[in-house]
């Protein structure tokens, strides 16, 4: 079993920055790829960042691109995305999950099982 809790949500300008953080617990929870995925008000929840198990490889959707890094230290078990240059468009409830498989593709959510409650992004124009 994994357990992920998101911090660092907030209300920021546009053009503006915020690191959210994803705490990890759990006795495997450092051998599973972490992703980020978002959902905005009256929209589905998408994907927007993954990172493989050891840091070594990460993945990104286009409109995220240049703009967020995800990030991990294994030793503090947390996963971090590091959210540059925000756009309106951005706000959405930002959650963190964890997958025992990593790809280079936007993944289907079923191939993450665990998941965090969530924390809310909103950037105001």
């Known amino acids: 079993q994994v357990q992920l809790v998101e911090s660092g949500g907030g209300l920021v300008q546009a053009g503006g920055s915020l690191r959210l953080s994803c705490a990890t617990s759990?006795?495997?929870?450092?051998?599973?790829?972490m992703g980020w995925f978002r959902q905005a008000p009256g929209k589905e929840r998408e994907f927007v960042a993954a990172i493989s198990w050891n840091g070594g490889s990460t993945y990104y959707t286009d409109s995220v691109k240049g703009r967020f890094t995800i990030s991990r230290n294994n030793v503090e078990n947390t996963v971090y995305l590091q959210m540059n240059n925000l756009k309106p468009e951005d706000t959405a409830v930002y959650y963190c999950?964890?997958?025992?498989?990593?790809?280079?593709?936007?993944?289907?959510?079923?191939?993450?099982?665990?998941w965090g409650q969530g924390t809310q992004v909103t950037v105001s124009s």
């Open positions: 999950a964890a997958s025992p498989i990593f790809s280079t593709r936007v993944p289907a959510q079923r191939e993450y099982p665990y």
């Open positions: 759990g006795r495997t929870s450092r051998g599973y790829a």
